[in-house]
């Protein structure tokens, strides 16, 4: 490259970098805010033994790993119970179907105990009039609830760990 085109290209990288640390701009996950102390970086998950329990500790482990948290034998723990789900149908030519799930969830961080109702919802609509008898639209809502739960209860113990 020649010596006289160093110096522009040099101060543009300079200057891009500081104008987009100066905007506000930076990556996710890599401010000290995030950071939680090594205490509580491993939490118990504390579920009955069924079918539903078993797709919603799913989903929390994998938000809680992505959060870089760990699960095991801790004095830190996520319990739910009451988990449930209810169906709510507004029947016309296309059935409107709103699918709620919801648990009573508490969290134990350092001695700290809270317990609260948390709920997800979607809502879809079904055609019981087509020729696929199978409310397929259903059974994939039923994985995003699992899923948004397990993302919103992992989101709750990362900010009462902080």
Same mark, same amino acid.
């Given at each position: 490259? +020649?010596?006289?085109?160093?110096? +522009?290209?040099?101060?543009? #990288?300079?200057?891009?970098?500081?104008?987009?640390?100066?905007?506000?701009? #930076?990556?996710?996950?890599?401010?000290?805010?995030?950071?939680?102390?090594?205490?509580?970086?491993?939490?118990? %998950?504390?579920?009955?033994?069924?079918?539903?329990?078993?797709?919603?500790?799913?989903?929390?482990?994998?938000?809680?790993?992505?959060?870089?948290?760990?699960?095991?034998?801790?004095?830190?723990?996520?319990?739910?119970?009451?988990?449930?789900?209810?169906?709510? @149908?507004? =029947?016309?030519?296309?059935?409107?179907?709103?699918?709620?799930?919801?648990?009573?969830?508490?969290?134990?961080?350092?001695?700290?105990?809270?317990?609260? +109702?948390?709920?997800?919802?979607?809502?879809?609509?079904?055609?019981?009039?087509? =020729? =696929?008898? %199978?409310?397929?639209?259903? @059974?994939?809502?039923?994985?995003?609830?699992?899923?948004?739960?397990? @993302?919103?209860?992992? @989101?709750?113990?990362?900010?009462?760990?902080?």
């Amino acid at each position: 490259m +020649p010596k006289f085109l160093t110096a +522009p290209v040099l101060a543009v #990288a300079v200057l891009s970098t500081l104008t987009l640390s100066g905007c506000g701009f #930076a990556l996710r996950g890599t401010g000290e805010s995030l950071q939680i102390a090594p205490a509580y970086q491993t939490v118990q %998950l504390s579920l009955d033994d069924s079918q539903e329990n078993l797709h919603l500790k799913r989903a929390m482990t994998k938000h809680l790993e992505l959060m870089h948290l760990n699960t095991g034998l801790s004095t830190n723990q996520i319990r739910v119970d009451n988990l449930r789900f209810r169906r709510y @149908e507004l =029947v016309g030519t296309l059935t409107e179907i709103r699918l709620v799930l919801s648990a009573d969830v508490k969290i134990t961080v350092g001695g700290k105990t809270t317990t609260a +109702p948390m709920q997800v919802e979607q809502s879809y609509q079904y055609n019981e009039a087509s =020729v =696929v008898t %199978l409310d397929q639209q259903g @059974e994939e809502s039923r994985g995003w609830l699992y899923d948004q739960l397990g @993302e919103r209860i992992a @989101e709750r113990y990362r900010a009462m760990a902080r």
